[in-house]
Nanobody, 128 residues
Framework: QVQLEESGGGLVQAGGSLRLSCVAS????????MGWFRQAPGKEREFVAN????????DYADSVKGRLTISKDNAKNTVYLQMRSLKPEDTAVYYC?????????????????????WGKGTLVTVSS
């Protein structure tokens, strides 16, 4: 059973930075595409970024390109989301996700039941 645990959320001022981490309890971590979604208050969950098994391919939502960077450490079964130049509209619960069945390019259109595993989320609040 795949389990994901996020950490690193918190309160930050606009323009600040945070780094989220997600530790995966997956024996075959290298086989999974890992990524992040977020859900702002009153909105649907949306795709943020994902990364392929060896870290050489990444994809981002247009709203975060150039400000957020996804990376992974296969030796630690961990995926990161470095967040810079944060804006109040980045305020959301950020969820880690893992999937080995769907192409990473399809993640923006996939729903909750399409991912093999979700974390419980970590709250990021950006104050203006």
């Amino acid at each position: 059973q795949v389990q994901l645990e996020e950490s690193g959320g918190g309160l930050v001022q606009a323009g600040g930075s945070l780094r989220l981490s997600c530790v995966a309890s997956i024996p075959t971590f290298n086989y999974y595409v890992m990524g992040w979604f977020r859900q702002a208050p009153g909105k649907e969950r949306e795709f943020v970024a994902n990364i392929n098994w060896n870290g050489l391919m990444t994809d981002y939502a247009d709203s975060v390109k150039g400000r957020l960077t996804i990376s992974k450490d296969n030796a630690k079964n961990t995926v990161y989301l470095q967040m810079r130049s944060l804006k109040p509209e980045d305020t959301a619960v950020y969820y880690c996700a893992a999937d080995s069945r769907n192409p990473m390019t399809r993640w923006p259109e996939l729903g909750d039941y399409d991912m093999e595993a979700w974390g419980k989320g970590t709250l990021v609040t950006v104050s203006s």
